[in-house]
């Protein structure tokens, strides 16, 4: 089993829609989750860190599920420049990141 | 925004030669990272270092790579004999100390293309 698990995608979304999407990890001792945004060809940067009680930052919110070991993402009222690749990391109980191979979304005007 | 860079963004090599990647990290970082992405996959941890020496290595960082930080500012990876199946985007990333270490800055990364 994959240590962090990602649904490839692609998600195609037609703008103003909510698009949510799942990651599921394998170590139950994992101590923080985190979703990254990559654009094509470009680095990876933190989107939002994911807290035991959920949290928002304006549009997007993320959950954290630790008895089901998952995180999620939910994109509400989505736009063009929402078109990224979402990936899903874990920190393990080794303190290493260990990332997902990330679900592609692609919102279509 | 402070910013980690990279040089240089593509480098073009023969296999077998030796390359050497260079990153300058955020000037009040003192965790450094390096990743690499093969074209399609995901991204893959090699090495972090921390207080001049290397704290962590995956399995793909063997002998035919080394990282270096040769002076107050920049932090080297050296891939020695490179091989076709080293090709890919390889990024420096660097954080703060503490517990909002979280968070990772990554360079814009250097395209290796091993031919």
């Known amino acids: 089993r994959k240590e962090v698990e990602q649904d490839p995608g692609p998600f195609n979304v037609p703008e103003g829609a909510t698009v949510a999407f799942n990651c599921t990890y394998s170590?139950?001792?994992?101590?923080?989750f985190f979703w990254y945004r990559q654009d094509c060809r470009k680095e990876p940067k933190l989107l939002m860190s994911?807290?035991?009680?959920?949290n928002e930052d304006g549009r997007f919110t993320a959950q954290l599920n630790r008895a089901s070991q998952y995180i999620s993402l939910l994109i509400r009222d989505s736009k063009l420049s929402d078109s990224a690749t979402y990936l899903c990391?874990?920190?393990?109980?080794?303190?290493?990141?260990?990332w997902g191979a990330g679900t592609k979304l692609i919102i279509k005007p | 925004e402070p910013e980690v860079t990279q040089t240089p963004s593509h480098q073009v090599t023969q296999m077998g030669q030796e390359v050497i990647l260079r990153c300058v990290p955020i000037?009040?970082?003192?965790?450094f990272y390096w990743y690499r992405q093969i074209l399609g996959q995901k991204v893959e941890f090699l090495v972090s270092?921390?207080?001049?020496?290397?704290?962590?290595k995956s399995e793909i960082f063997d002998d035919q790579f080394s990282v270096e930080r040769p002076d107050g500012s920049n932090f080297t990876l050296k891939i020695r004999s490179t091989k076709l199946e080293d090709s890919a985007m390889y990024f420096c990333?660097?954080?703060?100390?503490?517990?909002?270490?979280?968070?990772?800055?990554f360079g814009s990364g250097t395209q290796l293309s091993v031919l």
């Open positions: 990333a660097s954080s703060e100390p503490g517990p909002i270490n979280e968070k990772l800055f």
């Open positions: 000037s009040n970082h003192l965790y």
């Open positions: 270092f921390y207080n001049n020496e290397i704290s962590e």
């Open positions: 170590n139950s001792a994992s101590q923080s």
């Open positions: 994911v807290y035991s009680s959920g």
């Open positions: 990391v874990v920190r393990d109980s080794n303190y290493q990141l260990i």
